[in-house]
C-alpha cells in the first residue's frame, strides 16, 4: 500500500468513532471493574466530537493529515473529561503535529507520527509499560510498528503489525497491578482486570488497521 492522505486520516477517526460505540459497554464494564466505570462514556463522547470537528464543513476542504489529527485532538481534549481525553487528544495532536503538512504520508511517517503519539502520552501521563496503563498497548504497537517497517514491510503491513502488538499488549495488562491513574487506588485488587485504557488503544489502532487494508 502506497502513501495514506488526509482523507483515509478522516476515515480512521470515523471508524475508531465506529469501534467506540460500538464497544462502548464494554469499555464502561472493564472501567467499572477497576475504575469508575466511564471510559466507554468518554471515549464515545471524544471520538463523536472529533469526528463531528473533521467532517462537514468545519475543516478546509485541503486540510493535510496532520491538521486533520490535530484537529480530532483538540476537539476530544475540550468535550472528554476523564484521564482518557487529555490522553488521547494529546495523542492525537502530536501524531499531528509530526506530520506537519505532508499530504501524503508514507509508512516511515506515519510511524513516526505514532511515535510522536507514545512520547505525548509518556510525557503527560508518566506511565511507563507495566503500569497498566494504555501504554501497554501504545509502545508495543510504536515496537512492532517499527520492527515491521525495518524488514521492509509496507505501511498497510506495519499498521497490521502495531494493531496485532496493541491487542496483545492490552492483553497483557490482566495480571498488571495498576501503578497511575484510578485503577493504581486499587493496589493489588487492580490485578485480573483488563486495562480499559489499553483495551480502548487497541480498538483506535484496530480502525486503523481496518481503514488501510482497504
Ligand atoms: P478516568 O480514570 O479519569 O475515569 P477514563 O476512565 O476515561 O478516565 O480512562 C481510564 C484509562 O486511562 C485507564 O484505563 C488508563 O489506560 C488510562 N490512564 C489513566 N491514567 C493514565 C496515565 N497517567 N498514563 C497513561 N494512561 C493513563
Ligand atoms: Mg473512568
Ligand atoms: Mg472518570
Not at 506515519?110 to 510525557?123: F, H, K, M, P
Not at 495488562?173 to 480499559?196: E, I
Request: with cysteine; hydrophobic share 45%; net charge negative.
Amino acid at each position: 500500500m502506497g502513501p495514506v492522505n488526509a482523507e483515509d486520516f478522516v476515515a480512521w477517526v470515523r471508524r475508531a468513532a465506529e469501534l467506540v460505540a460500538a464497544d462502548a459497554d464494554r469499555l464502561t464494564r472493564l472501567d467499572a471493574a477497576i475504575g469508575d466505570g466511564d471510559h466507554g462514556h468518554n471515549m464515545d463522547r471524544g471520538f463523536r466530537a472529533a469526528t463531528d470537528a473533521i467532517s462537514g464543513g468545519t475543516l478546509p476542504e485541503d486540510a493535510p493529515p496532520g491538521k486533520v489529527l490535530m484537529t480530532a485532538g483538540r476537539a476530544i481534549v475540550s468535550k472528554t473529561g476523564g484521564a482518557s481525553g487529555p490522553l488521547y487528544g494529546t495523542a492525537l495532536r502530536r501524531a499531528g503535529k509530526a506530520l506537519g503538512d505532508t499530504a501524503d504520508v508514507d509508512a516511515a511517517a506515519l510511524g513516526a507520527a505514532l511515535r510522536a503519539a507514545l512520547d505525548g502520552v509518556r510525557e503527560l501521563g508518566k506511565a511507563t509499560e507495566g503500569d497498566k496503563t494504555m501504554v501497554d498497548a501504545l509502545a508495543p504497537a510504536v515496537a512492532a510498528y517499527e520492527a515491521a517497517l525495518a524488514d521492509g514491510s509496507d505501511l498497510a503491513g506495519c499498521v497490521r503489525a502495531a494493531a496485532g502488538a496493541a491487542g496483545e499488549g492490552a492483553e497483557a495488562t490482566v495480571p498488571m497491578q495498576a501503578r497511575k491513574g484510578r485503577a493504581s487506588y486499587l493496589g493489588p485488587r487492580s490485578t485480573g482486570h483488563l486495562d480499559p485504557g489499553a483495551a480502548s488503544t487497541a480498538l483506535v489502532l484496530g480502525a486503523l488497521a481496518d481503514v488501510v487494508a482497504q
